[in-house]
């Protein structure tokens, strides 16, 4: 017996789909290789054949949709921050417990704190690349301000987690017992 595939989504939006999905990975490894170029390491080299694929891309992508990228896919694919975490919108009801916790042991100013950093840096590299003082001046403040933010977030995080551990060596066994017949 044959299996029929049904989708609610027509074919245009499935090619548009898959186009989208092959010009992130080419665009990624270029963008990271001009990085670690920039950087001193990379592979300058391997540069025009990268080029050359993401133009690929960027043409099969116009054939299919009549026109090439947004200036949006192209921030989708080439965000820095981690998918999986919002720091400004990461309470979930079912996780209320867990999320209080991390919050106060300072994880979300430290991944704030490093985002500002890795930002702040990037622009300092970009701005000395077109000799753009002021452009440059600014990515230096914001990458401060990432590390001082950082700092502030490991202190929290260090009296989180003496407090916690010393909390724990004071149990005694009778209540580390009873904690481990718990239910999960």
């Known amino acids: 017996m044959a299996l029929k595939v049904v989708s609610s989504q027509t074919s245009t939006q499935i090619e548009q789909k898959q186009a989208e999905s092959d010009l992130e990975y080419p665009f990624r490894i270029l ?6 170029t920039v950087r001193g390491a990379g592979r300058p080299d391997e540069l025009p054949g990268m080029m050359l694929q993401c133009l690929d891309v960027l043409e099969k992508y116009r054939k299919v949709l009549g026109h090439y990228p947004k200036q949006k896919l192209y921030r ?13 919108k990461w309470a979930d009801d079912r996780e209320q417990e867990a999320n209080k916790q991390l919050s106060m042991s300072g994880y979300p100013e430290r991944i704030k704190a490093e985002l500002m950093i890795h930002r702040g840096a ?3 590299a970009a701005s000395r690349l077109v000799d753009q003082h002021t452009q440059e001046v ?4 914001e990458m401060f301000q990432g590390v001082h933010l950082l700092k502030d977030s490991l202190i929290v995080s260090n009296f989180y987690w003496s407090r916690r551990w010393a909390r724990e060596e004071e149990k005694t066994p009778a209540e580390e017992q009873s904690e481990a017949d718990k239910p999960d």
């Open 122 to 124: 990037l622009q300092v």
């Open 76 to 88: 989708r694919f080439l965000n820095l921050d981690p998918p999986h975490f919002d720091p400004d």
């Open 138 to 141: 600014l990515g230096e403040h």
């Open 31 to 36: 963008a990271a290789n001009v990085l670690r």
